[in-house]
């Protein structure tokens, strides 16, 4: 199952796997294992932090350049 859900992926499955946005593993483990982690990136992905080590690209190029 892939998805951006972590508490429904963490309510139905026994092990997970954090991918990075290049297609890296980052993590993987039990919801629990994943939940407790000491790694700041996985933290903040589970918990939906904004700021962190992952850093978004705001603000967004206009749609009319994205579409090009």
Avoid: N, W
């Amino acid at each position: 199952m892939v998805s951006h859900d972590v508490q429904e992926c963490f309510a139905i499955a026994d092990h997970a796997y954090l991918m990075s946005s290049g297609g890296k593993v980052v993590a993987y483990g039990t919801p629990d294992e994943l939940r407790h982690s000491d790694d700041a990136e996985v933290r903040q992905f589970t918990r939906g932090e904004p700021d962190g080590p992952v850093r978004f690209h705001y603000p967004a190029k206009p749609l009319s350049e994205d579409l090009g």
